[in-house]
């Protein structure tokens, strides 16, 4: 009996497409800002309004284990599409206290601030394409970037949205994904290691289980680490 592959070809042209394909040329692509226009016009009650976002899930404490593994409380930590900033608050209510996060609908960023009690510092509004550019330009930089479910996935590939993760980063970058899912997947692996981060960790799927769902749905963890000196790096604590 022969094996049926668990990735079909078209995965694999769509992971390179993303990855490989120069980005002057998907500049050019009619889809560029849909996905971006799409979440930040999202209200409560629409198909991604932010009271989707507002519930405890399994991918809390795992994200707040590797926190606590990795970096001091006292270390900067960027949430990447926080939403309305429920799992930022949780991570702020474990102890962590230099906590902020960016998301691209203001409705939901709003509704954060006036529900958790977080400040303008720690919610910002706007997009990974203006913000993270502007970040780095300010020399504003974290011990730890993380980001949960779909967002990175749903970034058009036309920005280089690695690159400019790994510019405002100085150790780590924690992603709990569907590497296979959503529009824009890509060889996330590669990418970041072309800027000089190595994967120390990965779990597939991210609770170290056994898989419950289709490959195409299963989320992972992946812990990228800076590779600082390639001869004699740190291990993650």
């Known amino acids: 009996m022969t094996a049926r592959p668990v990735f079909d070809t078209c995965q694999y042209i769509k992971k390179a497409k993303n990855s490989f394909c120069p980005r002057w040329l998907l500049a050019f692509s ?3 800002y849909w996905e971006r226009n799409h979440w ?3 209200d409560a009650g629409e198909i991604h309004g932010y009271d989707r ?3 405890y899930d399994d991918r809390l404490p795992v994200l707040i284990a590797e926190l606590e593994r990795l970096i001091s409380k006292e270390d900067l930590i960027l949430d990447l599409g926080c939403n309305c900033g429920f799992n930022l608050n949780e ?3 474990a102890g962590f206290t230099a906590v902020s996060g960016l998301d691209i609908n203001r409705t939901a960023v709003e509704y954060g601030k006036q529900t958790f009690g977080l400040t303008g510092d ?3 509004t706007g997009s990974f394409e203006e913000r993270l550019p502007e970040m780095l330009q300010k020399n504003r930089k974290f011990t730890l970037v993380y980001s949960m479910g779909a967002t990175l996935e749903l970034v058009h590939p036309s920005f280089d949205i690695i690159k400019a993760i790994c510019d405002i980063t100085d150790r780590y970058v924690l992603l709990v994904i569907s590497e296979w899912g959503h529009r824009y997947p890509r060889f996330w692996e590669y990418e970041f290691n072309r800027q000089g981060f190595l994967l120390v ?4 799927p991210f609770n170290g289980g056994l898989p419950d769902k289709e490959p195409l749905a299963m989320i992972s963890l992946l812990l990228f ?5 390639p001869d004699h790096m740190s291990p993650a604590r």
């Open 30 to 32: 009619p889809w560029k």
């Open 122 to 124: 720690e919610l910002l």
């Open 40 to 42: 930040a016009g999202q």
């Open 225 to 229: 680490q800076r590779l600082e000196n």
């Open 53 to 55: 976002y507002c519930s």
């Open 91 to 93: 991570v702020k209510k």
């Open 201 to 204: 960790k990965c779990l597939r």
